[in-house]
T-cell receptor, first 112, second 114 residues
Framework: ETGVTQTPRHLVMGMTNKKSLKCEQHLGHNAMYWYKQSAKKPLELMFVYSLEERVENNSVPSRFSPECPNSSHLFLHLHTLQPEDSALYLC???????????FGSGTRLTVV | AQSVTQPDIHITVSEGASLELRCNYSYGATPYLFWYVQSPGQGLQLLLKYFSGDTLVQGIKGFEAEFKRSQSSFNLRKPSVHWSDAAEYFCAVAERGGGNKLTFGTGTQLKVEL
């Protein structure tokens, strides 16, 4: 399998649930990212991991918790979310500076 | 502040017509420039990118983009649009030497009339 794979594709969760989103890249990249895409808003960068270390956290609420156990895998742990957190969550990976990202297909999250 | 502007939220063209999607950026120095396309329910696919050199960049699916330093623009073009090109298009920039952070425009939704 090649590219960036995200699972699950769709997720519905209650506000008191705990769930995790998974991202896996098979491109040999050394940086991975979580983006949030809401309707009528620009893509929001949430987290950046470079060489498995978090290098950026754009003031994301603590109910979102990322984990990067190795350069190929990235998780986003979710707990006590709010309805406004419903969105498409996109994972991306990249190699050298300026190379551009390769995106996964995203996880469509609905919080009820 | 650094920003990326896509002034057209929606564009409708007829199949076979030419297309130009606008993108302007505001950065201290010329950044790296990208165009991505997103089909419904999908992630973003890279169409083309500009780092340096020839200011006219060829991409996939018959798209091209021209970097104009004097106008701080990187407009996307296609000579003849196909119905399958209907999607949302995002311009993105990355600061040179600023790591891999991409800043995206708000996107342009393209509709193609048959």
């Amino acid at each position: 399998e090649t590219g960036v794979t995200q699972t699950p594709r769709h997720l519905v969760m209650g506000m008191t649930n705990k769930k995790s989103l998974k991202c896996e890249q098979h491109l040999g990249h050394n940086a991975m990212y979580w983006y949030k895409q809401s309707a009528k808003k620009p893509l929001e960068l949430m987290f950046v991991y470079s060489l498995e270390e978090r290098v950026e956290n754009n003031s994301v609420p603590s109910r979102f918790s990322p984990e990067c156990p190795n350069s190929s895998h990235l998780f986003l742990h979710l707990h006590t979310l709010q309805p406004e957190d419903s969105a498409l969550y996109l994972c991306a990976s990249s190699q050298a500076t300026g190379a551009g990202y390769t995106f996964g297909s995203g996880t469509r999250l609905t919080v009820v | 502040a650094q920003s990326v502007t896509q002034p057209d939220i929606h564009i409708t063209v007829s199949e076979g017509a030419s297309l130009e999607l606008r993108c302007n950026y505001s950065y201290g120095a010329t950044p790296y420039l990208f165009w991505y396309v997103q089909s419904p329910g999908q992630g973003l696919q890279l169409l083309l990118k500009y780092f340096s050199g020839d200011t006219l960049v060829q991409g996939i699916k018959g798209f091209e983009a021209e970097f104009k330093r004097s106008q701080s623009s990187f407009n996307l073009r296609k000579p003849s649009v196909h119905w399958s090109d209907a999607a949302e298009y995002f311009c993105a920039v990355a600061e040179r030497g600023g790591g891999n952070k991409l800043t995206f425009g708000t996107g342009t939704q393209l509709k193609v009339e048959l």
